[in-house]
């Protein structure tokens, strides 16, 4: 599941980024100095798309709000190198650092190596305010997550997608894009502070089903968020949803959920949080941030 950090969402949708240093590591292996940018840049493009974010690269002398350089990175706490790190040390900078000590390829799996593409695109996801998911198939899940080796990613999972389009308040999902029904995918988010949500979904109200039809349940964790994707083929703009949430030892059941309604189940206190079932051609704002 995709989980997001707002606290480093930027307020603008045109950032700049610059090399502080340069390498490279051979024409023929797709890495000289040129290949990293483009490789760099298709990387930027891919979140910009979801995000609605436009990405420029600017020399050093100018102001950037994305700082890309070199340099030895410590290992995890497992002794693994670490191909990538970003940190934010200002308000109004990034800082991604790539691992001179990992030994770098172009689109060649190996487990020995890693490829340039697949950690940029996940250090700019955290760039932008994208945290590590759960999802196997999410550029933002941790090294390692499609089983083994370091993985090769071509461009963003749909919970990427997701995520990126929840946190900058971009136009929902197409579950089926290309076809003229609203397949908008149905988004669920946990942005309760401690406890773990568990959610039922029924469907009523749709000439072709049962009065009320039971679709399934899961489970997300704190601060995390999910979507729901329906087996039946298309979206009726008919149909109404029964959404059960359980948190906390308390259970919240609401009826008659139409698809362009947001809706908040639970509320913590102090800084306002809530779970939120969600369909919709637009998110709006989801409370206080």
Not at 17 to 41: C, M, N, P, V, W
Not at 177 to 201: C, H, M, Q, R, S
């Amino acid at each position: 599941m995709a989980k997001v950090n707002d606290t480093n969402r930027w307020a603008k949708n045109q950032l700049f980024y610059t090399f502080t240093a340069k390498r490279d590591f051979g024409r023929a292996s797709g890495l000289d100095q040129a290949g990293i940018e483009r490789k760099f840049q298709k990387a930027c493009d891919q979140w910009g798309a979801q995000a609605g974010l436009t990405f420029t690269k600017v020399g050093k002398d100018n102001n950037s709000d994305i700082s890309v350089g070199w340099g030895k990175l410590e290992r995890t706490a497992e002794g693994a190198l670490k191909g990538g790190i970003t940190e934010f040390p200002y308000a109004n900078l990034a800082t991604i650092a790539f691992n001179d000590d990992v030994s770098w390829t172009a689109d060649v799996y190996d487990k020995n190596y890693a490829d340039f593409f697949s950690v940029a695109i996940h250090e700019i996801g955290h760039a932008i305010g994208m945290d590590h998911s759960s999802d196997p198939d999410a550029v933002m899940c941790p090294t390692g997550g499609k089983g083994g080796g370091l993985p090769i990613f071509q461009g963003l999972g749909n919970d990427d997608a997701v995520g990126a389009r929840y946190l900058y308040l971009q136009p929902a999902l197409d579950r089926n894009p290309g076809f003229p029904e609203a397949n908008k995918i149905i988004l669920l988010v946990n942005e309760t502070p401690d406890f773990d949500v568990a959610y039922d979904i029924w469907v009523t109200n749709d000439k072709d089903m049962a009065p009320l039809t039971y679709l399934g349940q899961g489970n997300i964790k704190p601060s995390e968020l999910t979507y729901w994707i329906e087996k039946k083929d298309f979206y009726n703009e008919a149909r109404r949803y029964r959404v059960r949430v359980q948190c906390n030892g308390q259970s919240f059941i609401k009826d008659g959920i139409a698809p362009q309604n947001q809706v908040s189940f639970f509320y913590s206190s102090g800084r306002k949080k809530g779970y939120f079932f969600v369909f919709t051609d637009r998110w709006g704002d989801h409370g206080e941030r």
